[in-house]
Every structure is written in C-alpha cells, then in structure tokens.
C-alpha cells in the first residue's frame, strides 16, 4: 500500500493528531476529503468558481490555524463548516453587493436521466423553498438537502434554533413531495397515453 | 396512522433518523405514502451525489499546502478563562495574606517574625512565573494586538 493510500485511510481525528503533532502533510488529507463541500459552499454565497475556490483556500487556512481548538465535541465536518459558514457571512457583509444564494448553482453529475430528472427536480423543489427566506436562513435547507446534515448540526454551524431549521426544512421537503407527486402523475399520463 | 399524518411525519424526518414503528405499519400497508417515501429518499440521494464543482481537485489542495507551510505549526491554545482562576487565586494572596497577618498575628506564630519577606518572595516567584507561562503562551495573540494598532511590522 502506498504512503498516499494510507493517508487516505486515515480518519479526519487521526489526520488532525497527526497535524497538532507536527505533521503538515497529513493536513492534504483533510483538504482532499472535505475540499468539495467547502467549495459547494463557496458557490452557493459567490456563484464563480475562482471565488469560491478563494473562499475554499481561505477556510482550510483558517481551519489549520484554529486546529488545535478542535476538541472533538462535534464531527470535523461539522467544525469546517461552521468555520467556512461564518467566513462566508463576514465575507457577504464586507462586501457592497447583497447577492442572493446562487439560484441557479450548476448541478454536474453522472448518472442515468431519472437520477438526472429526479436532481433537477430537487434543486428546483431547494431553489423555490430558499426563494422568500433571508439568504442565511435560506441555507440551512442546503445544509440539510445536500450535505445530509441533522438539524442540530444545521443549528450549531448557522446558530439558529432548531424549530426554525425544523420549519425551513419541513416547507422544503412538502415542495419536494408535491413536485415528486406531479413527476409521477407526468410519467404515468406518458405511459397510459403510449 | 391516517395517510396525511404519515406524510408530515415522513417530512419532519431529521437527518439518518429511521421511520417509527406506527410510521413503518402504515408504510406497509399503504403503497401511496410508501411510494412517497421512496421517491423522497431516491431524490436526496441523487441530489447529494450531483459534484457542483469543476475545479481541478489538486488546485485548491495545493494552494491550501503551499500557504500553510509557511505558517506555524498550529498549537495547542491556553482559553484566557484558564488563567483566570491562579491570577485571582494570587492577586486575593497578595493582598489578603498580609493583611489577616496583620490582623491576626496568625502567621506571625505560624511563619515567625520574619514571615512577611517569605511571603513576598513566594507570591513574587509565584506572580512571575504565572506572568513567563502566560506571555509565552500568548505571543502570537501579542504579535497581532500590536499589528492591529501599527505598534509592529509584519
């Protein structure tokens, strides 16, 4: 097995002793893990992939410089996320344009045309339930449709009350269900009609 | 269960949280809220499968390495809340010990007439040694306080 593959292997509290311990190299393997989702994150608050590969360096230099404050109460994504939420929030205030959350994020993916139909359909059932809400409050559904987060680790990165996620989320998904609903009455007047 | 009771149930779901055993009857004997339910969970999946970025995978890991090889090593962080119990715990000693001394004369028959230099030397050795431990490990906090007011350069 090469040394590549046995970083690989090491878990996110391993990488991190190995870190604290003098070993920078094993921080790569926190970076090449997490690095995705950080910088969905960045696209969702900047809508350009230069920003947010910006933003994604900024936040694993930021997470390296806090790391010994990690104590391990919550997941390591969970910590980076919350690190990479309010980097985002100060980066929005500092700046002069107010820009919604990307309405339109690019969804790349492989994968059959249901997978595809049914991702297009989520993102448009995510879009509509964001629209009303105040970008920060909007990003909680996000949190939860796409990085699979439980309400309590949603409330502990953005900081808002877990009934308030709970709301946000609950609206989401009623969105969802009745566009799911819709695409299967669709597909089943297609094939009657066939 | 009534059908429109499973769905709002099915939506209040929290993240990786499995179905109530009154949830999973009625999923069993319903196909409507089953099929529901299905699709529901076949759409997250797919949408948490879609990769938004077209980065190069390397660019981003290899800007992060490059920057923090040239900062230190990160290091294990005293809370100030930590300091604060011996510095009360000293700054009460300073002032308390000589005055109840005085009042008392009790360290007088503990410690002896020459007590008063004794305590001062060891509330002095105690008072540098917490201000050594505490400056050396908030220097970088120092660096940066000074920075801000343009007391250092970088």
Redesign the interface.
């Known amino acids: 097995m090469s040394s590549a593959d046995q970083a690989q292997e090491l878990t996110d509290e391993a990488a991190i002793g190995r870190v604290l311990d003098g070993d920078t190299e094993a921080f790569a393997v926190l970076v090449r893990r997490h690095r995705a989702r950080v910088e969905r994150l960045g696209m969702s608050f900047f809508h350009d992939e230069e920003e947010a590969a910006d933003f994604a360096q900024d936040v694993f230099v930021k997470a390296y410089t806090a790391l010994a404050s990690f104590q391990g109460r919550s997941l390591f994504s969970t910590w980076l996320l919350r690190i990479a939420y309010n980097t985002a929030i100060n980066a929005r205030k500092r700046s002069r344009a107010q820009l919604p959350l990307d309405p339109e994020l690019e969804i790349v993916g492989s994968g059959g045309t249901d997978e595809e139909h049914l991702r297009e359909e989520t993102a448009r059932a995510v879009r509509e339930a964001m629209a009303d809400l105040p970008p920060r409050q909007a990003l909680c559904i996000e949190l939860f449709f796409y990085y699979d987060l439980k309400y309590s680790e949603i409330a502990e990165i953005t900081g808002f009350p877990v009934n308030t996620i709970k709301s946000h989320v609950f609206r989401a998904k009623r969105v969802l269900r009745e566009r799911l609903g819709a695409m299967r009455e669709d597909n089943d007047a297609a094939r009657n009609g066939a | 269960m009534r059908h429109e009771t499973a769905?709002r149930r099915?939506?209040?779901l929290?993240?990786?949280?499995g179905y109530s055993l009154l949830l999973r009857l009625h999923l069993s004997r319903c196909p409507d809220c089953a099929?529901?339910a299905r699709?529901?969970g076949?759409?997250?999946r797919?949408?948490?499968?879609?990769?938004?970025?077209?980065?190069d995978?390397r660019?981003?890991?290899e800007?992060?390495?490059a920057?923090?090889?040239l900062?230190p090593?990160?290091?294990?962080?005293f809370a100030l809340r930590d300091w604060v119990f011996p510095a009360a715990v000293i700054a009460a000693s300073m002032f308390l010990l000589p005055v109840l001394g005085r009042k008392t004369s009790l360290l007088d028959l503990l410690l002896g007439p020459g007590h008063e230099v004794a305590i001062a030397l060891v509330l002095g050795l105690g008072f540098t040694c917490y201000s050594i431990f505490f400056i050396a490990t908030h220097m970088s906090e120092l660096q940066t306080f000074l920075e801000k007011r343009g007391l250092r350069t970088r």
């Open positions: 769905l099915l939506d209040e929290d993240a990786g949280q099929d529901a699709r529901m076949a759409a997250l797919a949408y948490r499968a879609a990769d938004s970025s077209n980065a995978d660019f981003v890991e800007r992060v390495m920057a923090i090889r900062r090593l990160p290091r294990q962080d």
